[in-house]
């Protein structure tokens, strides 16, 4: 598992900020998501109201799931399609193994964070498949040998000449240089043989409608649908929370999820995938599955990260936090990444391993201000921090560090005393000047800024001799 | 509190004017009178136990908690010139002690009354009586917590435009976070020092000549970026400015014209 390297972070951390290409990426990239749904979101006035109608809905459907659920899949049955229920992600794997049967066959395949949350591909090439990404970031990543590192653009990382690069190394031409267009028309080139010629195809989900049983799939190249269409048989990967009850409900989550996720008022494509091929339709798959994933997810519903539970995976969190801003997606190591990420992280992976994600950050809570349902980020982050204190997960040093303050700050007089102690010290070491480059224990500090002078004495004492 | 009498506001100083700046809490102090409230300073007052509160230490927090709660409860205000300590108080003390059924009732009546400085002055006290000069180009940060969990970003550009002599101009990327964090900016120093210089990048551009803020910790750390070599700005307390008792900036020592190492 990957997450056997996230104690590894402050040097992913250093690798990220030191690498120039993906800091003009990751530049590029943030200043555009936050404009583009700073104007999409401006543009309706009863925004707040659908945050709050969203999040309403999504709670009554948690409250309720196992209803949802069931309604849901007799829906998706009696629509000619076949349901499986995957507790974890390796019987997800499988189900989608067994579906995809004897090798050799070709698989064109959708966006979908769930199957890289079970790590389908891996498992799709070892019984013999071959796996093309038809998302053009995801394909982007995949030429390049590596994983999303946002989930709604994959190769945001990637700067134009490194993906011109990655494509005249593939697709053997001899020309380098073009603009975005070109790019996408010799990807969709590419990509075109593949639908053309694939067996199956397997998408995600950005929604399950209770009421009809339909899979909703939102795209902006529409690669989905030719996913969905073409392939005698359609995979469909979803995890259990993505369930609504009913289409009306589905209006405000898509109207919410195109500006949140991209500034656009709607996705360019958005599709229900009803279920198999009937008598007398003009398309379609003649078998259709569902695979209904789990994977910690109903744990969550009884604990203290049930409000996590909401997300609709817009991305609107990773696109407005400074510290994914400055690392990218890939420092997390880990399938989903940012704010969100650094929530789900640690109860997939465990808090042990992944403990300095919901500790890189600094609670801003600009990522819960953006979030379209309104996910108190910063404060599940706080309660995987309280966690990990109980657990003595975390540095006895810094641990120490906080006992002793504790300590201090109940005794205002020890306090005071300590305190003045300390004044002294950096006054005397200071000197006339109004900072300092190096002080002792204070490296982290001084590493990369002067650490301003105290004027002298504390506030306290001087008001307490009269001083006004 | 009858109409006449003046409102009794608890000035909470926090740890960080306590230590480093005293000058924003006297400042603080002046202008509180100035808006015609009488000023006591409980001395048994410490930190408001942030630190412990998202380092992850709840029973720390909650102890440190429970003693304001004690400590403020006799005021009619309790006002602070940081955001951030507002914040907690108001919004996250009632649920750190909401399991206390001795301190339930009196923590949601803290949280109710507390206040940070510039929206103490601005809403509730309708405070128009600046009387300070300071001849600068100023642009405002806004800290997060105070932004997001009590609202403040009008009242303290109110109250500047007051100021004589100061024109406020707006930076890019004004309310994003500073890199400070709290415990953050020691723990990730990388990401923190990141941060900090995307700040004081954005303070250069906008050309103002000083920087103004409610909150200590991100001043400390705008202050020590610029300081190590991100501009020329000078960084100030807003209250500092609004009670026209600045001295020397943060960071600067005496009679330095700034700058110097
Ligand atoms: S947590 Fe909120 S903002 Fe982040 S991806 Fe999920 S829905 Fe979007």
């Known amino acids: 598992m990957r997450a056997a390297a996230q104690n590894n972070f402050p040097r992913r951390v250093q690798v990220a900020l030191g690498n120039e290409t993906l800091q003009r990426a990751l530049g590029r990239a943030r200043a555009g998501f936050q404009d583009k749904r700073r104007r999409a979101v401006g543009q309706v006035a009863e925004f707040e109201r659908m945050r709050r109608a ?219 995938y009803a279920g198999a091929k009937r008598e007398g339709d003009a398309d379609g ?42 690392i990218g997606g890939h420092a997390y190591d880990a399938v989903y990444s940012g704010p969100m990420g650094a929530v789900l992280t640690p109860l997939s ?74 004044l002294y010290l950096l006054k005397k070491t200071a000197g006339r000047r109004g900072a300092l480059r190096k002080f002792p224990l204070a490296g982290g500090w001084t590493q990369s800024r002067d650490l301003p002078v105290p004027e002298g004495k504390t506030f306290l004492r001087r008001w307490a001799r009269g001083e006004r | 509190m009858t109409a006449e009498s003046k409102p009794g506001v608890g000035l909470f100083v926090t740890c960080l004017a306590d230590l480093f700046r005293p000058t924003v809490a006297f400042a603080a102090a002046r202008l509180l009178r100035a808006a015609g409230c009488t000023v006591t300073v409980p001395p048994a007052q410490s930190c408001c136990g942030q630190p412990a509160y998202n380092s992850g230490d709840a ?84 800290s997060c917590a105070g932004l997001r969990e009590c609202g403040i970003h009008r009242q303290p550009r109110r109250l500047l435009q007051q100021v004589r002599g100061l024109t406020l101009r707006e930076m890019a990327d004004s309310d994003v976070c500073c890199g400070f964090g709290g415990t953050f900016c020691v723990k990730y120093p990388d990401i923190s020092a990141r941060m900090a210089g995307d700040k004081a990048h954005a303070i250069a551009q906008s050309g103002a000549d000083a920087v103004l803020g409610g909150d200590l910790g991100c001043l400390l750390n705008i202050a020590g970026r610029i300081k190590r070599g991100g501009g020329g700005a000078r960084v100030f307390h807003v209250a500092e400015v609004l009670a026209g008792m600045k001295g020397a900036a943060i960071g600067e020592g005496e009679g330095e014209g700034g700058g110097a190492k």
Not at chain 1, 289 to 297: A, E, F, Q, T, W
Not at chain 1, 300 to 305: A, R, Y
Not at chain 2, 94 to 112: I, V
């Open chain 1, 54 to 272: 969203a999040k309403e809905i999504k709670n009554h459907t948690l409250t309720h799931l196992d209803f949802y659920l069931e309604k849901f899949a007799d829906a998706v049955r009696a629509n000619g399609g076949q349901v499986h229920w995957a507790r974890t992600a390796g019987e997800a794997r499988d189900i989608v193994v067994g579906i995809c049967g004897a090798g050799g066959k070709k698989i064109a395949k959708g966006k979908t964070m769930v199957a890289e949350e079970i790590e389908l591909n891996p498992a799709l090439e070892k019984a013999g498949h071959e796996v093309t990404e038809t998302d053009l970031g995801e394909y982007i990543v995949q030429l390049a040998g590596e994983a999303p590192s946002h989930i709604i653009a994959p190769a945001v990382h990637k700067t134009r000449g490194e993906v011109l690069e990655l494509f005249a190394r593939h697709h053997g031409a001899k020309k380098r240089g073009g603009d975005t267009a070109a790019i996408v028309a010799e990807a969709r080139q590419v990509l075109r043989e593949k639908f053309t010629g694939a067996d199956i195809g397997i998408t995600g989900a950005n929604f399950l409608i209770a009421e009809t049983g339909a899979s909703v799939l939102v795209t902006n190249e529409g690669n989905g649908d030719l996913c969905s269409c073409l392939p005698p048989v359609h995979i469909v990967t979803a995890a259990i929370e993505k369930v609504l009850p009913t289409l009306e409900d589905l209006a405000l989550f898509l109207r919410l999820l195109g500006r949140s996720a991209t500034g656009q008022e709607i996705s360019n494509y958005t599709t229900l």
């Open chain 1, 285 to 326: 798959p003649r078998e259709f599955h569902l695979v209904l994933l789990d994977n910690g997810r109903s744990a969550m519903l009884g604990g203290e990260f049930r409000d996590m539970l909401r997300c609709i995976r817009c991305g609107a969190c990773l696109n407005h936090c400074p510290v994914y801003g400055s």
């Open chain 1, 349 to 422: 992976a465990g808090l042990r391993v992944a403990r300095d994600l919901p500790n890189a950050c600094t609670l801003n809570g600009r990522c819960r201000e953006v979030c379209p349902v309104d996910i108190p980020l910063p404060d599940l982050l706080r309660k995987h921090r309280m966690r990990e204190f109980e657990q003595k997960l975390g540095g006895a040093r810094g641990r120490l560090a906080l006992v002793l303050w504790a300590f201090f700050a109940l005794r205002p007089r020890l306090y005071q005393a300590a305190a003045g102690a300390l």
């Open chain 2, 59 to 142: 029973r720390g927090a909650r102890r440190i908690a429970k003693r304001v709660v004690e400590v403020f409860s006799p005021y009619d205000f309790t006002v602070a010139p940081s955001g951030s300590c507002a914040a907690i108080i108001r919004e996250h003390y009632p649920a750190l002690l909401g399991d206390d059924p001795g301190l339930r009732e009196k923590s949601q009546r803290l949280a109710r009354r507390t206040y940070e400085l510039t929206t103490f002055l601005a809403d509730v006290r309708n405070f128009t009586a600046v009387d300070a000069a300071f001849n600068c180009t100023a642009t405002y940060h806004d």
